[in-house]
């Protein structure tokens, strides 16, 4: 019964992708090649929102899409490379397909470089879809009929209300278990470890 098989979309940083020494090292050669002093060490803890939403924190408002453009430039060349897989995010995706189920990426990442990350981690989800944020991942889910979105952050938690699906959160980002619960998470996990156990008795739930 194919049609009755589950999408679970996945958040990419800080929910598959460990993205903070990437960013931190592309922040800092930003810095260096603007002149503009920008606390990487920072940024980096609190990843999930949009890239303008956090260089508006360091450059004047006109200047945050040259910026943004400029990041994107650079990002391939010093952040691909720097960024492991968080801790069970291939079992997680596995999990899905194990269980006859297809497993999307929905992201605020820039496209292209989310693209980069899989390919060079080797995680081959069925579908990447980037550049949207918290209630704008609604959009794609929806389309993709997910029934379950995994993610970090609230922003996740609101992006699958948003579309009628399951909210599982893993407290690996920068939001903790209690703010996920707070903000309407259906299940918050430790880590994707927590995972593909979780799944197995999701499903049979379900039929």
């Given at each position: 019964m194919a049609h009755m098989a589950l999408t679970v979309g996945f958040d990419l940083d800080m929910t598959l992708i460990d993205s903070r020494p990437g960013i931190r090292a592309c922040y800092q050669a930003l810095s260096e090649r603007t002149g503009t002093y920008i606390d990487a060490d920072l940024a980096v803890t609190r990843l999930g929102p949009p890239l303008a939403e956090e260089l508006i924190n360091?450059?004047?408002?006109?200047?945050?899409?040259a910026m943004a453009d400029l990041y994107r430039a650079m990002y391939p060349a010093i952040a691909i490379t720097a960024t492991p897989a968080m801790t069970g995010a291939r079992e997680a995706i596995?999990?899905?397909?194990?269980?006859?189920?297809?497993?999307?990426?929905?992201?605020?990442?820039y496209e292209p470089n989310a693209k980069l990350h899989l390919a060079h981690l080797r995680i081959e989800p069925d579908a990447v879809i980037g550049d949207l944020w918290a209630e704008q991942?609604?959009?794609?889910?929806r389309e993709h009929d997910a029934g379950v979105y995994v993610g970090d952050h609230v922003g996740d938690v609101r992006g699958a209300r948003t579309a009628g699906?399951?909210?599982?959160?893993?407290?690996?980002?920068p939001c903790p278990a209690e703010e996920l619960r707070a903000a309407g998470a259906d299940v918050v996990l430790t880590d994707l470890t927590e995972f593909p156990r979780w799944l197995s008795d999701y499903r049979p739930a379900r039929a």
């Open positions: 360091w450059f004047p408002a006109e200047e945050i899409a596995a999990a899905v397909r194990e269980a006859g189920g297809r497993a999307i990426v929905v992201t605020a990442k991942k609604a959009e794609a889910l699906a399951l909210s599982v959160a893993v407290a690996t980002g």
